[in-house]
């Protein structure tokens, strides 16, 4: 947490004064029951009218001087805390975009959600009341009992006694309760975790009808949530009670001592007054002191978990390399190897291929035979384990990240849109792009005619997600998005999954046709999107089953004919 306050550079003032102005707030506090000592002896006990009233607007001014006093505290707090928290959730931001797939992996995306909201409100909460109540309350605290003295030294010995016992139930409780706030904040990831599960996957629930069992998982979270915090809650319950108590024991003790002492002529009436204003004043702060430790407990807690993921670094280095070797292969892999972090098995063994420009490859293979993770590497979204991968003849570790990946134009297996326009979408690819090279790259992706069908045309809506496209229009967009930045290389992952076997070989015949004849490398489960490619990599369980054009794998690899005989036997076989 204390790494995170190099964050509050350029705030220092501002956090200086909004305790400056509690303090002056508390001082104005500590001085009415004074006054009122004042008005009851003298203005009431003596009849003094003038006295009566010159106190009593002294009592409305301290009270306005104090209320002014809170206003400027609250709003220096107020700025400071939300000021301070946004730059620590930019920067949040700003370090995750910075992480590579495997660093986000490892910390998982509800932690990552959990980082960026949750705990950024606790650390905002711990900052505001930090600046109002750290120096307030036991200013009052330790002003309440000077001032108590100063009224009646024996009486007062009541304070002495009695905030010794306050403070041991009120941090007791702190300290009990501190624990079970951490084991809440677990509980609450648990049910935020499962929230956002449930909502990303709602699709799939209602296709298998799981919305019983998800009610049910969702219940047990939740209940185990509920349990926690009612146990807290129950405990952090019995602190006003047993404070409250002690406090009207003492105020009895005092009202009696004070009643024996108001006999004897030793202080007057107006000072028992004053001294269990005092009292009571005590009580109220000790109470704000455990809510801020509390609260300050929770903070640090998140200021901890969110430090945690800014001591995540990269483990993937830029390179330098911004240009690449003349006639060099547009990609190749010498002899790759790749295991996720955690994995004991690889996910790609010894694989070797060379695609040099305006050349297509196809890559093919069951589930999990690692196509997804192939292509991934050729952007360098994750780094080989062993082996080298290289684009236009700079290996991808030297490469600059921003340079090499926009010379790639990459459509991931699962076709995502951002919430906007069709036009701002597709600027994505290029924000230069012109309205014409966003219809050329529309048209070759065979995405032109439901755009243009559209009123808006290119300003058409997008919601989050693409959700109000279907699954082919959304692959076609990712196409077009990949195309407007006219990119050297072209990885397809799957990306007409969704489309008729006519649209495919449409935009397939289109691709081909380019004008900047970029290097092609299409995923694909299909033999006939396939079979037009100069070679095809045949992938079983990571390892290269067969490498060469669709005539001789037929020949020669038998997982690639199994493959072709499948899909020819079924309903592709008018189509191949």
């Given at each position: 947490?204390r790494?995170?306050?190099r ?7 501002k956090?200086l004064?909004?305790p400056?102005f ?9 001085c009415v ?9 003298r203005g009431?006990?003596q009849?003094?009218?003038p006295f009566?009233?010159?106190?009593t607007?002294?009592?409305?001014l301290?009270?306005l001087?104090?209320?002014g ?7 220096f707090?107020?700025?400071?805390a939300t000021?301070f928290t946004?730059?620590?959730r ?7 975009q910075?992480?590579s797939y495997s660093d986000?992996d490892?910390l998982g995306?509800?932690t990552?959600?959990t980082?960026?909201?949750?705990d ?10 930090t600046l109002?109540?750290l120096?307030?309350?036991?200013f009052i605290?330790?002003?309440?009992l000077?001032?108590?003295?100063l ?5 007062a010995?009541?304070f ?5 016992i306050?403070c041991?139930?009120?941090?007791g409780i702190?300290?009990?309760t ?8 677990n ?9 956002r599960?449930h909502l990303?996957?709602i ?5 298998f009808?799981k ?7 969702f ?17 952090s319950?019995?602190?006003n009670?047993?404070t ?9 003790v ?7 002492r108001?006999?004897l002529?030793i202080?007057?009436?107006g ?6 204003n005092y009292m ?10 455990a809510?801020l430790?509390?609260?300050l407990t929770?903070s640090i807690?998140?200021?901890n978990?969110?430090q ?7 483990t ?17 892999f010498r002899?790759?190897?790749f295991s996720?972090h955690g994995?004991s ?5 010894n694989?070797?291929?060379?695609l040099?420009?305006g ?6 293979g ?7 993770t192939?292509?991934q590497l050729i952007?360098?979204y994750?780094?080989v ?5 290289l684009?236009d003849?700079v ?7 921003k340079?090499l ?7 991931p297996?699962?076709?995502?849109l951002?919430?906007?326009t ?6 994505w690819?290029?924000?230069d792009?012109?309205?014409?090279d966003m219809m050329a790259a ?5 995405a ?15 919601s989050?997600?693409g959700?109000?496209f279907?699954?082919g229009?959304r ?7 990949a ?8 990885v397809?992952?799957?990306s ?6 006519g649209t495919?070989a449409?935009?397939r015949?289109?691709?081909?046709a380019?004008?900047q004849k970029?290097?092609?490398i ?8 396939l079979a037009?490619?100069?070679r095809?990599?045949?992938l079983?369980?990571?390892?290269a089953?067969?490498y060469?054009?669709h005539d001789e794998?037929?020949k020669s690899?038998?997982?690639y004919?199994e493959?072709?005989r499948?899909q020819?036997?079924?309903s592709?076989g008018g189509?191949?």
């Open positions: 947490m790494k995170l306050l964050y509050m550079k350029g705030y220092r003032k956090a004064l909004a400056l509690k303090l002056l707030e508390a001082s104005m506090e500590l029951p004074l006054i009122v000592k004042a008005i009851i002896d009431i006990g009849e003094d009218r009566l009233i010159k106190m607007l002294l009592m409305v301290f009270g001087l104090g209320y006093f809170a206003l400027c505290a609250q709003y707090a107020a700025k400071v000021e946004g730059r620590v930019y920067a949040l931001f700003d370090h995750i910075s992480l986000l490892r995306t509800a990552l959600i980082r960026m909201t949750s950024t409100v606790q650390i905002q909460n711990g900052v505001n009341l109002r109540l120096l307030r309350s036991p605290v330790f002003g309440a000077i001032m108590a003295f009224v009646d030294p024996k009486a010995v009541v002495a006694v009695i905030i010794p306050l041991v139930v009120v941090f702190m300290l009990i501190i624990p079970l706030y951490r084991r809440v904040q509980r609450l990831d648990a049910v935020l975790s499962k929230t599960e990303a996957g699709r799939v629930l209602r296709a009808c919305e019983e069992a998800e009610r049910q998982s219940k047990e979270r939740h209940k185990e949530l509920t349990r926690e915090q009612l146990l807290v809650g129950r405990i319950a019995l602190m009670p047993l409250y108590v002690l406090i009207n024991l003492a105020l009895l005092l009202i009696y001592v004070g009643a024996l108001v006999d002529g202080i007057t009436q000072a028992v007054i004053a001294l269990t009571s004043q005590i009580l109220v702060e000790l109470i704000k002191m809510n430790i509390i609260t929770k807690a998140g200021g978990r969110v945690s993921v800014f001591e995540v670094t990269n993937m280095a830029d390179g330098t390399k911004t240009e690449g070797i003349a006639g060099a292969p547009a990609v190749e002899n790759v190897s996720y994995s098995a690889e996910s790609l063994s694989i070797s291929f060379t040099m420009p050349e297509s490859l196809g890559v093919i069951g589930t999990g035979s690692g196509k997804s192939l292509v952007s360098r994750y780094d384990t062993d082996g080298e991968v684009v003849g290996p991808v570790k030297e490469w600059s990240l340079s990946r926009r010379r790639i134009g990459d459509v297996q699962k076709a995502v951002f919430s906007g069709v036009r701002s979408n597709l600027q690819g290029s924000l792009a012109t309205t014409e529309l048209k070759a992706a065979q032109e005619a439901f755009v243009s069908e559209k009123p808006e045309g290119l300003d058409a809506p997008v989050a997600g959700t109000n279907s699954g229009q692959q076609r967009l990712t196409v077009a998005r195309l407007v930045g006219s990119p050297e290389i072209l397809l992952d799957d007409a999954s969704a489309l008729d076997y495919d449409a935009m015949k289109a691709l081909s380019l004008p970029p290097a092609r299409i995923v694909s489960q299909r033999t006939v999107s037009d490619c100069n095809i990599l045949v079983d369980d990571g390892n089953a067969g060469g054009t794998l037929l690899c038998k997982e004919e493959i072709y499948s020819a036997s079924g592709e189509a191949a």
